[in-house]
C-alpha cells in the first residue's frame, strides 16, 4: 500500500472508546454535584484543599462535557484534556487524606455519612483516573502517532499543578489549646484536631 492510500483510509473503529468517556463524563459530573452538595445540601464549608479538589473535579467535567457535544468523534481527545486535571485532583486529595491519618486535621462527614469528604474525592478521584486512561487508552486508535510515553507526559503534569495547588495553600490554623466548642465552633470544615493532655 502506497502513502497516499494510507493517508485517505479511515481511522480504525474506537469501539468501547466512547463508552469510557461517556462513564468518565458521568463521574466528573456525579463527584461536582457531590463536591457543591457538601457545601449548599450539608452546609459544611470547604477548606482550600477542598477548593482545589472541587475545581480540578468540575474543570475535568467540563472538558468532558464540551467535547461530547463539540467533537463527539474524537472522545479520546477529551481523556488526554482531562488527564492532568484528573491526576492533578487525586494528588490533591491524597495529600488532604494523608493529612487526616497523620492526626494534623480532622473532617466532617461526607455525603449519607460513609467515610468523609477527603475520603470520598480520593475515591472518587481514583475510579475517574482509571476511566480516563481506558479512555485515553482505548482512543489511541484516534492517531497513529498517539504515545503512551505522551500520557506519562500528562500525569506528570497533573502531579506538578496538585503540588503547586498544596505548596500555595494557606498554613494549617494551630491546633487549639482546649477542645472545640459545638456551639460556636460546629464540626463544619476540616480543621486541626484537639489532642488534649
Not at 461517556?22 to 454535584?33: N, P
Not at 477529551?78 to 488532604?96: E, Q
Not at 455525603?111 to 482512543?139: D, E
Request: glycine share 10%; with cysteine.
Amino acid at each position: 500500500m502506497n502513502e497516499n492510500a494510507r493517508s485517505n483510509t479511515k481511522p480504525e473503529s474506537c469501539g468501547g472508546n466512547r463508552l469510557w468517556s461517556l462513564l468518565a463524563l458521568g463521574l466528573a459530573v456525579i463527584g461536582s454535584v457531590g463536591s457543591i452538595y457538601l457545601s449548599v445540601g450539608l452546609g459544611l464549608k470547604a477548606c482550600p484543599l477542598c477548593f482545589y479538589q472541587r475545581t480540578f473535579m468540575m474543570g475535568a467535567a467540563s472538558i468532558f462535557l464540551v467535547m461530547q457535544i463539540l467533537e463527539s468523534k474524537r472522545p479520546g481527545l477529551a481523556s488526554c484534556l482531562a488527564l492532568p486535571l484528573v491526576a492533578g485532583g487525586l494528588g490533591v486529595a491524597g495529600f488532604h487524606v494523608y493529612l487526616e491519618v497523620a492526626d494534623k486535621l480532622e473532617c466532617p462527614p461526607g455525603v449519607l455519612g460513609i467515610g468523609n469528604a477527603p475520603q470520598q474525592s480520593l475515591v472518587a478521584f481514583s475510579v475517574l483516573l482509571v476511566a480516563t486512561v481506558l479512555a485515553a487508552w482505548s482512543g489511541r486508535c484516534e492517531s497513529r502517532r498517539q504515545h503512551p510515553l505522551g500520557w506519562v507526559g500528562l500525569l506528570i503534569l497533573g502531579a506538578v499543578m496538585a503540588a503547586a495547588s498544596i505548596k500555595s495553600s494557606p498554613p494549617l490554623p494551630p491546633v487549639p489549646a482546649q477542645p472545640y466548642d459545638p456551639v460556636t465552633q460546629p464540626f463544619e470544615m476540616c480543621r486541626p484536631p484537639f489532642r488534649g493532655a
